[in-house]
């Protein structure tokens, strides 16, 4: 895709020999995702241009940009296709959080975000780009699609000044209050504003009559969008003080995220901070959703295509209230050992004593309408168990549920008869102790106890109806080895892992989607999956989260 840049000057991503890389990490971190170059960034000296209009077409009330260049379908789009720099030093380092895109990504991400993306027929019907595509086009035509700007001239109003990088942030205005703020990216400054002037009046009758205004401030290779022009100025004046780029808590975050992607996304810790604010003394609010909010320290994520699959991951502050319940070892080695043909999985693994935590956790929960004490007693009298004592012992050394290849979902909800199940439960640890557990509980079921008996293997205990999947599960196979797992499942020490093999549920899926509206169209959309795997890690006070979809080759 052309840059649309003027001859003079140079291409994205390179840097006047004079000046230093903007945003750079100190030498001791790692390079977060983003970093501007002199054509992604506030040219110096570049004396500051500034208007103001309605709210229709690239401009919505309270300074959003929405339906004129990046509405709707269109704005789904352009986040699913992008990558690279993005406009990090246009905002200032105070920025509540932000989510940047980039329409014309390096060469490698845009190949494997289109080649993944053009096997869904929903997007390549819905939008339809190749990589020679000009995706600035592309959204621009999707939005007068749906009658909006429809005077517009691509080629006159827009192709002459837009940029490939845009971010919708949030940041506080004078009294404090978060307001939405928009940072485009310009090629031409004079033709920004005749553009953005064509914009605004596309939409000033409608605006005329609701009252509301918005005003924008072009500053060398951007352009700020905010509710007021006073808005914008301020966010750009700020920005050329002290730049979000620069700022230590978002270099910490999105380099915690890995390789830059195709979108970046970032909430500082100030954002908890004003959600705190803004909800006051609710009583809606459970003391432990409060105290993570006034523990948060920040968060990233990043999303990126490789290999075929769509990856999101995630970086954040650990929550205090998971201390001593989650992570205390990894569960990927039980989850990799369930047998290869696998359909459906999930894992994981608890702190030694996080039955305390979770009971400490349950009664921030339940605030004054019932006690952790009163629903422990009731738990206690239905099983037989002693909380938490019993229950550390079945999950002491890690909890996988696994689903084989067999389950038919259509069968399961209509059968009273679980015993051709192959779903399992299997626990490691001491297989004595497990199995004394299992037996106290299964004394409470009446009648058939087949849904509590067990298999054992060495220090594998596996329940579950099915005797003989139970038998497979316990003798263990090579999941981790598969294809279809190590494609989304990171090779990674995690304390939860969730694996869905798609293909292994199409034809239930099938069945079940079978004459409702539009059943052809959803399974044409995921049979284009493989996969998808999710994996979780602690390190430290950083809490990291890996989703990954795969698709087929």
């Known amino acids: 895709m052309s840059s649309n840049l003027p001859p003079s000057q140079p291409p994205y991503g390179s840097q006047p020999p004079s000046q230093p890389p903007f945003g750079s990490q100190p030498p001791q971190g790692p390079p977060a995702p983003e970093l501007l170059d002199a054509q992604g960034g506030t040219a110096l000296g570049a004396p500051p241009r500034s208007g103001s209009g309605g709210r229709k077409g690239l401009l919505i009330g309270g300074g959003v940009v929405a339906r004129a260049l990046v509405g709707g379908g269109a704005w789904a789009a352009m986040s699913f296709v992008s990558t690279g720099a993005q406009p990090a030093e246009a905002l200032p380092a105070s920025t509540l959080g932000y989510v940047s895109v980039d329409l014309d990504p390096s060469g490698g991400q845009k190949i494997e975000a289109l080649q993944t993306l053009n096997k869904f027929p929903k997007f390549q019907d819905s939008v339809g780009v190749d990589s020679d595509d000009d995706l600035r086009q592309r959204i621009f035509d999707l939005v007068q699609e749906d009658d909006t700007c429809t005077d517009l001239d691509f080629a006159q109003d827009v192709?002459?000044?837009?940029?490939?990088?845009?971010?919708?942030?949030?940041?506080?205005?004078?009294?404090?209050?978060?307001?939405?703020?928009?940072v485009i990216q310009v090629t031409d400054a004079d033709a920004a504003e005749a553009g953005l002037e064509a914009i605004k009046a596309c939409g000033a009758d409608e605006d005329a009559a609701s009252g509301e205004d918005t005003g924008w401030v072009v500053e060398g290779d951007w352009a700020v969008v905010a509710p007021t022009e006073e808005l914008a100025r301020s966010v750009s004046d700020d920005a050329a003080e002290a730049h979000l780029a620069d700022d230590a808590t978002y270099?910490?975050?999105?380099?915690?995220?890995?390789?830059?992607?195709?979108?970046?996304?970032?909430?500082?810790?100030?954002?908890?901070?004003?959600?705190?604010?803004?909800?006051?003394?609710?009583?809606?609010?459970?003391?432990?959703?409060?105290?993570?909010?006034?523990?948060f320290k920040g968060f990233a994520a990043t999303v990126r295509f490789t290999d075929g699959s769509l990856e999101l991951e995630a970086a954040g502050s650990a929550p205090a209230d998971a201390a001593g319940v989650l992570g205390g070892s990894s569960v990927s080695e039980q989850v990799a050992t369930l047998p290869d043909d696998t359909a459906a999985a999930f894992g994981i693994s608890l702190d030694e004593g996080w039955g305390d935590g979770a009971l400490d956790q349950l009664a921030g929960a339940l605030g004054a309408e019932m006690s952790a004490e009163d629903l422990v007693a009731e738990f206690e009298t239905a099983?037989?168990?002693?909380?938490?004592?019993?229950?550390?012992?079945?999950?002491?050394?890690?909890?996988?549920v696994a689903v084989g290849p067999g389950l038919d979902v259509e069968e399961l909800a209509n059968s009273a008869d679980p015993s051709q199940v192959p779903v399992a439960l299997k626990l490691s640890g001491d297989a004595d102790a497990i199995n004394e557990v299992v037996a106290t509980l299964a004394a409470q079921v009446p009648g058939e106890a087949d849904v509590v008996e067990s298999t054992t293997e060495g220090d594998t205990v596996v329940l579950g109806p099915d005797a003989a999947y139970r038998a497979e599960v316990a003798a263990g196979g090579n999941l981790g080895d598969t294809e279809d797992f190590s494609r989304v499942v990171p090779d990674a020490e995690s304390p939860v892992v969730c694996y869905l093999n798609v293909n292994a549920f199409e034809s239930s899926l099938e069945t079940v989607l079978a004459g409702s509206e539009g059943a052809e169209q959803v399974q044409a959309n995921i049979e284009p999956l493989s996969s998808i795997g999710i994996s979780t890690s602690n390190e430290g006070d950083v809490s990291r989260f890996v989703l990954r979809v795969g698709t087929d080759d």
């Open 251 to 295: 270099q910490k975050w999105t380099g915690e995220t890995g390789a830059a992607g195709v979108m970046t996304m970032y909430a500082a810790p100030a954002a908890a901070a004003s959600a705190l604010e803004e909800l006051g003394d609710s009583e809606g609010l459970p003391d432990q959703a409060r105290r993570q909010l006034e523990d």
């Open 383 to 400: 099983t037989g168990l002693s909380v938490p004592a019993d229950i550390e012992v079945l999950t002491s050394g890690g909890v996988v």
């Open 159 to 182: 192709d002459p000044w837009l940029g490939n990088r845009a971010a919708v942030a949030a940041v506080e205005d004078a009294d404090g209050a978060p307001q939405p703020v928009v």
